[in-house]
């Protein structure tokens, strides 16, 4: 591109330019490496800055003047000087950044002309890379006194989206000018409270600054002070609103533009008048008539000002009702009438209801075209659209671009697209791609409909990149399988994706497609010709997107298990509305210690009602004033016993007792009590102080209610919680938080796995005499051998009974078994087992106890099988997950593991993939795939269901041709023999479309459903599988059980250098160290808590972790003991450090030693000991979770104890993916 500027510039002047001859001016550029002859009179007539320089400047012997400017660049230079000489700027092929440093030598040269004109064509033109670089331009066109264009470019940006200024780290540093002028501004979104925050806070950091109030002076005529009904919580929210003057409160309430609903302003009168009223009784029910006389009395100016009339039948019954006695009788019963019959008149005058103030911001007159896209970028989309060679330019395109929508403008949520894009044909979406140039679109020739499911076949839709910005093509791809173009997406779908062409989708678990890296470009164009991204394998969010939009109210999500209606018979007010009797029988058992269950007959105990919420509310302090749980959504009910008195006066401590317990009882779903009682004796149940009882209520240690909202109904953040010191075991499968729908006096949820009963001591005697045995075990392929007692066998088991009666004993009357697959380790426990009793798995990993239970399984050990199902369930759920493919495929092929089965089927229905996309899908047992397709939750469109069937069921057929079309009826009878256990399930009648391999009355039935949905059929129609909102777990790379997941042994030797303070670095042969593995995340769990209890009393110990989407290792080496039991302490040292390790795109090791020694590591108490982990002081984990993956909580920092920093991105917090604990223990020589 090439602009002519100035056609008065004659040609002779860039002849004298190019000549070199009879210069009288050197100008030394570029830190004097680069030089350019020129000639004053030019200079003189064309920069009034060079006329000042010359004049100023003394000639050399030679009659030169030399001007030198260092900071100037020879390219732009050059520039400069063919536009001064020639008037020519050729900007062909320039990068952004070279069109804004030129901009910015020009007004340094005072070349004005060339300035401004650089100056719109960078707004024009170059609008996306200016939002790209947006606080680095700001700050820096704020420092001159020109620029006035793109001052006001940016403050358009800023009062749009203040937080890109007033957010930014370096928002202290910021020009008065750019501040003041932005204050002026009539159109800056945000509240004016926050601009006066913002306003003192640069003050504040300026405080020392002699000139302070002087420019406060020309800062503070531009603030808009705030008014306390617009913003009505900087009063009634305020820690002394109860001390407000009466006269501020009634003028307040008579105010119709207050912003606050009236059953609040009522709550806050009531408030505001019992402390004007100390005499007043705490307890309502105490209240006499004489209390509510003075009450009334007191109120008697705010009371006519309450827009009762505005209350809802619920806000009045709840909240006016009780204090029915302070309002005239004549208001009490028109406010009645009213909720009865709302057109009768009434007597009494009706306030208006109080205004409801705009909040959402108006658009500005000035309307725009576009916010991510130029003219250029509409012209080229253009000529796209009609299939052109040569491009259209500005002046010829055929189309205009009609706004539908704006994500800035409009709002990010999925469902606000087909709202307003719904009908709209011909339409084009762009995005604009966090934290690229990146602009990505799709066009779209037919209309978006949100009613209707299903594909869009065009043959005229494509999907595109735009040139931008560092991004140096645009990319085109048109649709190559028309049939597959477009997806209107199903109204359940609408809450979370976007528009979906195929190859481009956008899309977001959290309804704003800002906030995660939902969208996505597939890198392979399976129905468009090409990728339209470099990086098309990564997921990516967005900052923007326009077409058709508007703001909407999403609807609530739909609820998978609902809550069940109240019976029709009313409950038993004198006891329970959550347990029956049968429970308050197990409970009784329970504080007995009885190993033999009350019946309802002799339950020595009666339950006296106390608390209940749906009787007394759900606020905590109601349960400290008087003194169970429902689960929300669940069959759960969940509780604690404490055999304390509650004392609400404490300051908060905890309490010592032996008999406390957590549970969960048997009800509904849940098919089984657990029971778990302390046994950490001191840290048995937590008293909360008075200020803690507004938001908590009973604390047992691993089981607590909590509100933020001081209503336990409201928010999830009741818990019950494993891995922990407190309590036996967790009492729920799952230890997220939840929420209630009832709760009462003291009962709560638990699922206790019996001890295994022992055998006698003789036999355990027997096994370890290994006399008069008849019977040899051969394990391990025959490399070890057992002894064992045919009776004891016989006794025991089943399969050695049946294997032993088919032996014939050998020539020493020895019956010999070989079980070449067993293990001799594996074995030893099955014979302590079957002898003793007692299965001792003290240190064994968990694929050990898989294997164990396989083996019992196959010795027919029921009750063994049993619990150790039952214990990898409730205690090693990550690690299934983790083997999850290994644990699917055995499980069903030994069909006898029935908990295993409904536990991974559990996350089977929530992520299909794991098995359907797996490559041994079709090496799935036949039962397993029936399991999935019979459950309603399988969480995948019935179609790919029919695909993965069909594809299962020929891979067992292998007499199939390999071509469809070749098909015989006899190959479609085979199929469906094949798949005839599987048919059944499949709902039919939630396809679209079918194949001709179903019985003739379904094929009948299905048509005549597509045709006429509300005529009647012969065939069952199951009903429609339910859609669950979930966020895919992360996949783990499936650990190595022998050493480390994370390290290598190049590694352990490079650590055990460090350790020795070597100078040459140990090799895999001589380094001294074995490396014992303590702790495993993905084994034992990653909560804070389990650190503490397996690595307390282990010295020199190293903690590894693998950052999350990174090739990032780092960790900590600790010579001291870890102790759990301080009060939080640092320990002294001098040969702790901290390291990175070279892996994969992280080319160096970093060693950081102590430098500050007494600060070395930290013990954390106990109480931190809740979310922190391992502590170095400059390296820690920590997490609000309590699950080092689930947040950013780990940190590295910038060498303030240790030497230096361990990570590049230092500043960045993050979350794991793994970590290990090793004891460094020597090796024995």
Same mark, same amino acid.
């Given at each position: 591109?090439?602009?002519?500027f100035?056609?008065k510039l004659s040609?002779?002047?860039i002849?004298?330019?190019n000549?070199?001859?009879?210069y009288n001016?050197?100008?030394?550029?570029?830190?004097?490496?680069?030089s350019?002859?020129a000639h004053?009179n030019?200079l003189k007539?064309r920069?009034?800055?060079f006329?000042?320089e010359?004049?100023?400047?003394?000639?050399?012997e030679?009659?030169?003047?030399?001007i030198i400017?260092s900071?100037?660049?020879?390219?732009?230079f050059?520039?400069?000087l063919?536009?001064?000489?020639?008037g020519?700027?050729?900007?062909?092929?320039?990068e952004?950044?070279?069109?804004y440093?030129l901009m910015?030598a020009?007004?340094?040269?005072e070349?004005?002309?060339?300035?401004?004109?650089?100056?719109?064509?960078?707004?024009?033109?170059k609008?996306s890379w200016?939002?790209?670089?947006f606080?680095?331009?700001?700050h820096?066109i704020?420092?001159r006194?020109?620029f006035?264009k793109?001052?006001?470019?940016?403050n358009?940006i800023?009062v749009k989206?203040?937080n890109?200024?007033?957010?930014?780290?370096d928002?202290t540093?910021?020009?008065?000018s750019a501040?003041v002028?932005?204050l002026?501004?009539?159109d800056?979104?945000?509240?004016?409270?926050?601009?006066?925050d913002?306003?003192i806070?640069?003050?504040d950091?300026?405080?020392?600054a002699?000139?302070?109030?002087f420019?406060?002076?020309?800062?503070?005529?531009v603030?808009?002070?705030?008014s306390?009904?617009?913003?009505p919580?900087l009063?009634?929210?305020?820690?002394?609103f109860?001390?407000?003057?009466?006269?501020?409160?009634?003028?307040?309430l008579?105010r119709?533009?207050?912003?606050i609903?009236?059953?609040?302003?009522?709550?806050?009168?009531?408030?505001?008048?019992?402390?004007q009223?100390?005499t007043l009784?705490?307890?309502?029910d105490?209240?006499t008539?004489?209390?509510?006389l003075?009450l009334?009395t007191?109120?008697?100016q705010?009371?006519p000002?309450?827009?009762?009339?505005q209350l809802?039948?619920?806000?009045?019954? !709840?909240?006016?009702k009780?204090f029915?006695k302070i309002?005239?009788k004549?208001?009490w019963?028109?406010?009645?009438?009213?909720?009865l019959?709302?057109d009768?008149?009434?007597?009494?005058?009706?306030l208006?209801p109080?205004?409801?103030?705009?909040t959402e911001?108006?658009?500005?007159?000035e309307?725009?075209?576009?916010?991510?896209?130029?003219?250029e970028h509409a012209a080229?989309? +253009?000529?796209?659209?009609d299939?052109?060679?040569?491009?259209?330019?500005?002046?010829?395109i055929p189309?205009?671009f009609?706004?539908?929508?704006?994500g800035?403008?409009?709002g990010?949520?999925?469902q606000?697209?087909?709202?307003?894009?719904h009908?709209h044909a011909?339409?084009?979406?762009?995005?604009?791609?966090?934290?690229?140039?990146?602009i990505i679109?799709g066009y779209?020739?037919l209309?978006?409909d949100?009613d209707?499911?299903?594909?869009i076949k065009?043959k005229d839709?494509?999907?595109?990149s735009?040139?931008?910005g560092?991004?140096?093509n645009?990319?085109?791809?048109?649709?190559?399988?028309p049939?597959y173009a477009?997806l209107?997406r199903?109204?359940d779908?609408?809450?979370q994706?976007g528009p979906?062409? +195929?190859?481009f989708?956008m899309?977001?678990?959290k309804?704003d497609?800002?906030?995660?890296?939902?969208c996505?470009?597939?890198?392979n164009?399976?129905?468009?010709?090409?990728?339209i991204r470099?990086?098309s394998s990564s997921?990516?969010s967005?900052?923007?997107?326009e077409?058709?939009?508007?703001?909407t109210?999403?609807?609530?999500?739909s609820v998978l298990?609902?809550?069940?209606?109240?019976?029709?018979?009313?409950?038993?007010?004198?006891?329970?509305?959550i347990?029956s009797?049968?429970?308050?029988?197990e409970i009784?058992?329970?504080?007995d210690r009885e190993?033999?269950?009350?019946t309802?007959a002799?339950?020595?105990y009666k339950?006296?009602?106390?608390?209940r919420?749906?009787?007394d509310?759900?606020?905590p302090?109601?349960?400290?004033?008087m003194c169970h749980v429902?689960v929300?959504g669940?069959d759960?009910i969940?509780g604690?016993?404490n055999?304390l008195?509650?004392?609400?006066?404490t300051?908060?401590e905890?309490m010592e007792?032996?008999?406390?317990?957590?549970f969960?009882?048997?009800?509904?779903n849940?098919?089984?009590s657990i029971?778990?009682r302390v046994k950490?004796l001191r840290?048995?149940?937590?008293?909360?102080?008075k200020i803690?009882q507004?938001?908590?209520?009973s604390?047992f240690g691993?089981?607590?209610?909590h509100s933020e909202k001081?209503?336990?109904?409201?928010?999830?953040?009741?818990?019950?919680?494993?891995g922990?010191?407190?309590?036996e075991k967790?009492?729920r499968s799952?230890?997220?938080?939840?929420?209630?729908?009832n709760?009462?006096?003291?009962y709560?949820?638990?699922?206790?796995v019996?001890d295994l009963k022992?055998? +006698?001591?003789?036999l355990?005697?027997?096994l370890?005499d290994g006399?008069?045995?008849?019977?040899i075990i051969e394990?391990?392929?025959k490399e070890?051998?057992f002894?064992?007692?045919?009776n004891?066998?016989?006794f025991r088991?089943?399969y050695?009974?049946r294997?032993?009666?088919?032996?014939r004993?050998?020539?020493?009357?020895i019956?010999i078994i070989i079980?070449?697959?067993i293990s001799?380790q594996?074995?030893?426990v099955?014979l302590?087992y079957?002898?003793?009793?007692?299965?001792d798995l003290?240190n064994?990993e968990t694929?050990?106890?898989y294997?164990?239970m396989?083996a019992?399984?196959?010795f027919?050990l029921?009750?063994l099988?049993?619990?150790?199902?039952?214990?990898l369930i409730?205690?090693?759920?990550?690690?299934?997950r983790?083997h999850?493919?290994?644990i699917y495929?055995s499980?069903?092929?030994?069909?006898?593991f029935?908990k295993?089965?409904?536990?991974c089927?559990?996350?089977?229905?929530?992520?299909?993939?794991l098995?359907?996309?797996? !490559?041994?899908?079709?090496?799935?047992e036949? +039962?397993?795939?029936?399991s999935?397709i019979k459950r309603?939750?399988?969480?995948i469109?019935e179609?790919r269901?029919?695909?993965?069937?069909i594809k299962?069921g020929?891979?067992?057929?292998?007499?199939?041709?390999?071509n469809? !079309?070749?098909?015989?009826?006899?190959?479609f009878l085979t199929?469906?023999?094949t798949?005839q256990?599987?048919l059944?399930h499949?709902r039919?009648f939630?396809l679209?479309?079918?194949?001709?391999?179903?019985d003739?009355?379904?094929?009948?039935?299905?048509?005549?459903?597509?045709?006429?949905?509300d005529?009647?059929?012969?065939?069952?129609?199951?009903?429609?599988?339910s859609v669950?909102?979930?966020e895919?777990p992360?996949r783990?790379?499936?650990?190595r059980?022998?050493?480390?997941?994370?390290?290598?042994?190049?590694?352990?030797?490079k650590i055990s250098t460090?350790i020795?303070r070597r100078?040459t670095?140990?090799?895999l042969?001589d380094?001294?160290?074995k490396?014992?593995l303590?702790?495993?995340?993905?084994?034992?769990?990653?909560?804070?808590q389990?650190f503490?209890?397996?690595?307390h009393g282990h010295?020199?110990?190293v903690?590894?972790l693998?950052v999350?989407?990174?090739?990032?290792?780092?960790g900590?080496?600790?010579?001291l003991?870890r102790?759990?039991?301080t009060?939080?302490k640092?320990m002294?040292?001098?040969?702790s450090?901290?390291?990175?390790?070279?892996?994969?795109?992280?080319?160096?090791?970093?060693?950081s030693?102590?430098?500050?020694t007494?600060?070395?590591i930290?013990?954390?108490?106990?109480?931190?000991q809740?979310?922190?982990?391992?502590?170095?002081c400059d390296?820690?984990?920590?997490?609000?979770?309590s699950d080092?993956?689930?947040?950013?909580?780990c940190?590295?920092?910038?060498?303030d104890?240790?030497e230096?920093?361990?990570r590049?991105s230092s500043?960045?917090?993050?979350s794991?993916i793994?970590?290990?604990?090793?004891?460094?223990?020597?090796?024995?020589?």
């Amino acid at each position: 591109m090439s602009l002519n500027f100035f056609d008065k510039l004659s040609q002779n002047l860039i002849e004298l330019l190019n000549d070199g001859d009879d210069y009288n001016v050197i100008i030394e550029v570029e830190n004097k490496e680069k030089s350019f002859t020129a000639h004053s009179n030019v200079l003189k007539f064309r920069s009034s800055y060079f006329r000042r320089e010359l004049e100023n400047i003394q000639p050399n012997e030679n009659n030169i003047k030399i001007i030198i400017k260092s900071g100037i660049s020879a390219q732009i230079f050059n520039v400069i000087l063919q536009y001064i000489y020639g008037g020519i700027v050729g900007l062909e092929n320039c990068e952004t950044r070279f069109i804004y440093d030129l901009m910015l030598a020009a007004d340094e040269f005072e070349l004005e002309e060339l300035s401004k004109k650089l100056e719109i064509l960078l707004i024009e033109t170059k609008g996306s890379w200016l939002r790209t670089h947006f606080s680095f331009i700001y700050h820096f066109i704020f420092s001159r006194n020109g620029f006035k264009k793109l001052k006001n470019f940016c403050n358009d940006i800023v009062v749009k989206y203040p937080n890109l200024i007033f957010d930014a780290d370096d928002f202290t540093s910021l020009e008065e000018s750019a501040l003041v002028s932005l204050l002026k501004r009539n159109d800056l979104q945000i509240e004016e409270v926050k601009i006066w925050d913002y306003v003192i806070k640069m003050s504040d950091l300026c405080i020392f600054a002699p000139s302070i109030g002087f420019r406060f002076l020309f800062i503070r005529p531009v603030i808009r002070f705030p008014s306390c009904s617009s913003y009505p919580n900087l009063i009634f929210d305020a820690d002394d609103f109860t001390s407000l003057e009466e006269s501020a409160l009634v003028s307040l309430l008579k105010r119709n533009d207050l912003q606050i609903e009236e059953v609040k302003i009522w709550d806050y009168v009531i408030k505001w008048e019992s402390a004007q009223t100390s005499t007043l009784p705490t307890n309502l029910d105490d209240w006499t008539k004489e209390n509510f006389l003075t009450l009334k009395t007191t109120l008697q100016q705010c009371l006519p000002h309450i827009r009762y009339f505005q209350l809802s039948n619920i806000e009045v019954v !709840d909240k006016i009702k009780p204090f029915k006695k302070i309002i005239d009788k004549q208001l009490w019963d028109d406010i009645n009438q009213r909720l009865l019959i709302l057109d009768r008149p009434v007597g009494t005058t009706i306030l208006p209801p109080r205004s409801v103030l705009v909040t959402e911001l108006p658009t500005r007159a000035e309307k725009s075209f576009s916010a991510i896209i130029s003219e250029e970028h509409a012209a080229e989309i +253009s000529t796209w659209i009609d299939r052109k060679t040569t491009a259209y330019t500005l002046t010829n395109i055929p189309y205009k671009f009609e706004l539908i929508l704006r994500g800035t403008r409009d709002g990010f949520a999925p469902q606000t697209f087909w709202n307003m894009c719904h009908g709209h044909a011909s339409t084009v979406v762009l995005a604009k791609v966090k934290g690229t140039d990146e602009i990505i679109g799709g066009y779209n020739p037919l209309a978006w409909d949100k009613d209707t499911y299903g594909w869009i076949k065009t043959k005229d839709s494509f999907i595109f990149s735009l040139k931008n910005g560092d991004i140096e093509n645009s990319i085109l791809s048109r649709v190559k399988q028309p049939k597959y173009a477009v997806l209107n997406r199903s109204k359940d779908v609408q809450i979370q994706g976007g528009p979906y062409f +195929s190859d481009f989708w956008m899309c977001s678990e959290k309804s704003d497609f800002t906030l995660d890296d939902g969208c996505f470009c597939r890198s392979n164009g399976i129905h468009y010709e090409k990728p339209i991204r470099p990086s098309s394998s990564s997921s990516f969010s967005i900052i923007n997107y326009e077409r058709p939009v508007k703001s909407t109210i999403l609807p609530p999500r739909s609820v998978l298990v609902p809550e069940l209606p109240p019976r029709a018979e009313k409950p038993r007010e004198p006891f329970s509305s959550i347990i029956s009797d049968e429970h308050a029988a197990e409970i009784s058992t329970w504080i007995d210690r009885e190993t033999t269950a009350y019946t309802l007959a002799n339950i020595p105990y009666k339950f006296e009602l106390i608390l209940r919420g749906t009787r007394d509310g759900f606020a905590p302090q109601t349960f400290w004033n008087m003194c169970h749980v429902k689960v929300k959504g669940t069959d759960e009910i969940v509780g604690g016993y404490n055999p304390l008195v509650c004392d609400k006066n404490t300051r908060g401590e905890w309490m010592e007792t032996k008999d406390s317990f957590i549970f969960s009882l048997k009800n509904g779903n849940i098919q089984n009590s657990i029971l778990s009682r302390v046994k950490n004796l001191r840290v048995a149940v937590f008293y909360s102080s008075k200020i803690d009882q507004i938001k908590w209520g009973s604390y047992f240690g691993d089981f607590w209610m909590h509100s933020e909202k001081s209503n336990f109904t409201l928010d999830d953040l009741c818990c019950c919680r494993g891995g922990f010191d407190y309590y036996e075991k967790p009492i729920r499968s799952s230890s997220g938080c939840f929420s209630i729908i009832n709760y009462e006096g003291k009962y709560k949820r638990s699922l206790p796995v019996e001890d295994l009963k022992m055998l +006698s001591q003789n036999l355990i005697e027997l096994l370890n005499d290994g006399d008069d045995y008849n019977v040899i075990i051969e394990v391990e392929n025959k490399e070890k051998s057992f002894t064992a007692h045919s009776n004891v066998l016989n006794f025991r088991s089943s399969y050695f009974r049946r294997e032993l009666e088919n032996i014939r004993p050998n020539e020493n009357n020895i019956k010999i078994i070989i079980k070449s697959s067993i293990s001799a380790q594996i074995f030893n426990v099955i014979l302590q087992y079957i002898y003793g009793g007692i299965v001792d798995l003290k240190n064994c990993e968990t694929r050990f106890i898989y294997d164990l239970m396989s083996a019992a399984d196959e010795f027919e050990l029921e009750e063994l099988t049993n619990k150790l199902e039952t214990l990898l369930i409730e205690t090693k759920g990550s690690w299934l997950r983790t083997h999850f493919s290994l644990i699917y495929h055995s499980i069903f092929s030994q069909n006898n593991f029935k908990k295993l089965e409904e536990f991974c089927n559990d996350i089977v229905v929530k992520y299909p993939h794991l098995i359907f996309e797996a !490559d041994e899908f079709t090496s799935l047992e036949e +039962s397993a795939l029936v399991s999935l397709i019979k459950r309603n939750d399988l969480q995948i469109e019935e179609v790919r269901i029919w695909d993965y069937v069909i594809k299962w069921g020929i891979a067992q057929t292998s007499t199939l041709p390999a071509n469809h !079309d070749d098909w015989t009826k006899e190959n479609f009878l085979t199929l469906k023999t094949t798949l005839q256990q599987c048919l059944p399930h499949i709902r039919h009648f939630h396809l679209t479309s079918i194949e001709v391999i179903l019985d003739k009355q379904l094929w009948k039935d299905i048509n005549q459903h597509l045709l006429i949905p509300d005529r009647p059929v012969r065939s069952t129609i199951l009903p429609p599988r339910s859609v669950l909102v979930t966020e895919l777990p992360p996949r783990t790379e499936k650990p190595r059980e022998s050493f480390s997941t994370i390290i290598s042994e190049e590694h352990a030797a490079k650590i055990s250098t460090w350790i020795d303070r070597r100078e040459t670095t140990y090799t895999l042969t001589d380094f001294p160290y074995k490396f014992e593995l303590i702790l495993r995340g993905t084994r034992d769990g990653f909560a804070p808590q389990t650190f503490w209890n397996i690595c307390h009393g282990h010295s020199c110990a190293v903690v590894l972790l693998k950052v999350k989407g990174t090739d990032e290792i780092i960790g900590g080496y600790n010579p001291l003991g870890r102790d759990k039991d301080t009060d939080g302490k640092w320990m002294k040292t001098e040969d702790s450090f901290i390291f990175s390790l070279k892996n994969g795109n992280i080319e160096n090791s970093i060693l950081s030693r102590v430098k500050k020694t007494e600060y070395a590591i930290i013990n954390r108490s106990k109480n931190d000991q809740i979310k922190w982990g391992p502590d170095f002081c400059d390296f820690w984990m920590y997490s609000e979770k309590s699950d080092f993956t689930l947040d950013d909580g780990c940190f590295c920092r910038n060498g303030d104890f240790y030497e230096k920093p361990i990570r590049s991105s230092s500043l960045e917090w993050f979350s794991i993916i793994d970590y290990e604990v090793f004891k460094i223990a020597k090796k024995n020589i």
